[in-house]
């Protein structure tokens, strides 16, 4: 576990590099930290290398070349997998063939933590509230999830990583295929997970205008990395880069 300046870094890449089939790189020495409390911005277009750091972040790819590591410890070895919580871009397109009520996926969170043929307990359902009460869904709690809007399911969702009791949540394409208005509701609600319960948050993007005005920092990949503390600087000097090509 490190600790920079009195931050506990929580997941990190190092200088990770990788191709599919030994062919051009997706990613190119790449190195990346997620401090504890961060609300971090991961932004990139399509094709830029999004999708395969997250999956080597998740433990779902393995690097061609450098490290990931949780709490300071390989993420090939950690048995603390799953303090990451993910809330993938299609979580929103349940499976209408599965009548699921929304305390039932909400549960779904805790085997991660228990094992997945434990059987739960009275702790279990206590934080199964605690997480729907979170996202203000806990009213909720017995309708099946295909009978809630998109911007419901999507905080079902999240509930259901809370549930896990993750030290991050790894949000992927999020807002795809919502309206506006569900938009700002849910990123007010993100905005509240991150301030109010010191939840630390990545959120992957393609839009860089509109995920600075919610992010506190930003990196923006496009097989390299650059990183910035500061959103509002990412959006102009990423302009000037743009402007330069």
């Given at each position: 576990?490190?600790?920079?300046?009195?931050?506990?870094?929580i997941l990190a890449v190092?200088?990770?590099?990788?191709s599919y089939n030994g062919?051009?790189?997706?990613?190119?020495?790449?190195?990346?930290?997620?401090?504890?409390?961060?609300?971090?911005?991961?932004?990139?277009?399509?094709?830029?290398?999004?999708?395969?750091?997250?999956?080597?972040?998740?433990?779902?790819?393995?690097?061609?070349?450098?490290?990931?590591?949780?709490?300071?410890?390989?993420?090939?070895?950690?048995?603390?997998?799953?303090?990451?919580?993910?809330?993938?871009?299609?979580?929103?397109?349940?499976?209408?063939?599965?009548?699921?009520?929304?305390?039932?996926?909400?549960?779904?969170?805790?085997?991660?933590?228990?094992?997945?043929?434990?059987?739960?307990?009275?702790?279990?359902?206590?934080?199964?509230?605690?997480?729907?009460?979170?996202?203000?869904?806990?009213?909720?709690?017995?309708?099946?999830?295909?009978?809630?809007?998109?911007?419901?399911?999507?905080?079902?969702?999240?509930?259901?990583?809370?549930?896990?009791?993750?030290?991050?949540?790894?949000?992927?394409?999020?807002?795809?295929?919502?309206?506006?208005?569900?938009?700002?509701?849910?990123?007010?609600?993100?905005?509240?997970?991150?301030?109010?319960?010191?939840?630390?948050?990545?959120?992957?993007?393609?839009?860089?205008?509109?995920?600075?005005?919610?992010?506190?920092?930003?990196?923006?990949?496009?097989?390299?990395?650059?990183?910035?503390?500061?959103?509002?600087?990412?959006?102009?000097?990423?302009?000037?880069?743009?402007?330069?090509?």
């Amino acid at each position: 576990m490190l600790l920079v300046s009195n931050r506990e870094e929580i997941l990190a890449v190092e200088n990770v590099s990788f191709s599919y089939n030994g062919e051009t790189d997706v990613l190119k020495d790449v190195s990346l930290s997620v401090m504890r409390r961060d609300y971090l911005g991961l932004i990139g277009p399509n094709g830029g290398g999004k999708t395969t750091l997250v999956k080597i972040m998740l433990g779902l790819l393995r690097a061609s070349h450098g490290s990931a590591r949780l709490f300071g410890i390989s993420l090939r070895d950690s048995r603390e997998r799953h303090k990451i919580g993910y809330v993938s871009q299609t979580a929103v397109k349940f499976d209408s063939l599965f009548p699921a009520t929304v305390e039932e996926v909400v549960r779904m969170g805790r085997y991660g933590k228990r094992g997945l043929f434990r059987r739960l307990t009275a702790e279990d359902r206590a934080k199964t509230e605690e997480a729907l009460a979170q996202v203000d869904m806990l009213a909720f709690r017995h309708r099946r999830v295909n009978d809630l809007s998109g911007g419901q399911k999507q905080r079902v969702f999240i509930a259901r990583a809370l549930a896990g009791e993750p030290s991050v949540i790894v949000l992927d394409e999020p807002t795809t295929g919502v309206d506006e208005e569900t938009q700002e509701q849910f990123y007010t609600l993100l905005k509240d997970l991150n301030q109010r319960l010191s939840l630390t948050l990545m959120l992957v993007s393609h839009d860089l205008d509109r995920i600075a005005k919610e992010v506190s920092c930003i990196a923006v990949i496009n097989t390299t990395l650059r990183y910035y503390d500061n959103p509002a600087d990412a959006v102009a000097l990423e302009r000037s880069i743009e402007a330069h090509h």
